[in-house]
């Protein structure tokens, strides 16, 4: 019902910034939540930010609040993730995911992942 078609990622310096792009279509791609989780080798899938399907609630993760900012072009049925001051320790796959809150496992769509590198 729900495709996400991601966009964005690369390589990028310590201090840099970044914006990934999560494009939704299909029946239900305005009406339901997006979030993004970033999975690096060896490391569990970890939440990072989500969007309420109605787009007036955000939640981003302790760890990256005020680096990290979820939104979402309603026009455009398309959810951003911008990364500011970006960290090795940011260096994983990114992906976007739809239906779900804070865990990975209460989302039904994905996207196909992104990677994201964090240069020293």
Request: overall charge neutral; charged content about 15%; glycine content about 14%.
């Amino acid at each position: 019902q729900v495709q996400l078609v991601q966009s964005g990622g690369g390589l990028v310096q310590t201090g840099g910034s970044l914006r990934l792009s999560c494009a939704a279509s299909g029946r239900s791609a305005d009406t339901i939540s997006k979030g993004w989780f970033r999975q690096a080798p060896g490391k569990e899938r970890e939440f990072v930010a989500v969007i309420s399907g109605s787009g007036t609630i955000t939640y981003i993760t302790d760890s990256m609040r005020g680096r990290f900012a979820i939104s979402e072009d309603g026009a455009k049925n398309t959810v951003y993730l911008e990364m500011n001051t970006l960290k090795p320790e940011d260096t994983a796959v990114y992906y976007c995911a739809g239906g779900g809150w804070t865990s990975a496992h209460e989302y039904q769509y994905w996207g196909q992942g992104t990677q994201v590198t964090v240069s020293s």
